[in-house]
Every structure is written in C-alpha cells, then in structure tokens.
Nanobody
Framework: QVQLIESGGGLVKAGASLRLSCTASGPTFSRYGMAWFRQAPRKEREFVAA????????YYVDSVKGRFTISRDNAKNMVYLQMNSLKPEDTAVFYC?????????????????WGQGTEVTVSS
C-alpha cells in the first residue's frame, strides 16, 4: 500500500508557473505507474499526465501538452508536475494517483491510490 501527499498548489495569475509535488510512502514506489488528475468545480475528474515506472515514458492530455511536464524521482519517492503558462481554465484540485498494475493509464478507475489533492487557482 502507498500513501500519497500532494503539495505546491496556490493562487497565481494567468501566465505564471507552479510546481506540484507528490510524496509517496513505502519502499516500492518505483513499481507504480503515476499520474496527475484534476477536478474543477462541478466537473468530473480529468486525466492530466502520466509517467511510467522508470520515468522514461510520459503521456499528456492535449490541453496541457507543451505547458506541463510530469517527472519522478524514484530515489526520493517523489513525482512532480511542472505547470507553465497557466490559464484560468487550469483552475482545479489536482490529485496524484498510483497504479500498481499498469502504466500510462488515463481512466481514474485504473488507479489504486490517491492523494487528498492540492488546489490550484489561476486568476485572469
């Protein structure tokens, strides 16, 4: 079992950058495919980005390609989401998720563990 704790959210203006961090507990972090999802008010949870166990492969939703970068440090049990050129439509609660059986999945149901979320608000 793994526990996930997100941090790094906040209130920023459009065009700014933020880096979200997700700290994972447990000695087997490198066995999990990891991802970031987000959920805006009154909307369903949406896939943002995923990274393979080794970190060598990544996948993004089209709306963040070229602006967001997912990365991981298996030695530190960390996964990151660097967000540049933020837009008001990026406003959401961002969640870190871990998948014990697959890599690079986009459906929330495929993920086994979730953090509590960190809120990102982008003002215009």
């Amino acid at each position: 079992q793994v526990q996930l704790i997100e941090s790094g959210g906040g209130l920023v203006k459009a065009g700014a950058s933020l880096r979200l961090s997700c700290t994972a507990s447990g000695p087997t972090f490198s066995r999990y495919g990891m991802a970031w999802f987000r959920q805006a008010p009154r909307k369903e949870r949406e896939f943002v980005a995923a990274i393979s166990r080794s970190g060598s492969n990544t996948y993004y939703v089209d709306s963040v390609k070229g602006r967001f970068t997912i990365s991981r440090d298996n030695a530190k049990n960390m996964v990151y989401l660097q967000m540049n050129s933020l837009k008001p439509e990026d406003t959401a609660v961002f969640y870190c998720a871990a998948d014990a059986r697959h890599e690079l999945m986009v459906l929330p149901v495929m993920y086994d563990y979730w953090g509590q979320g960190t809120e990102v608000t982008v003002s215009s």
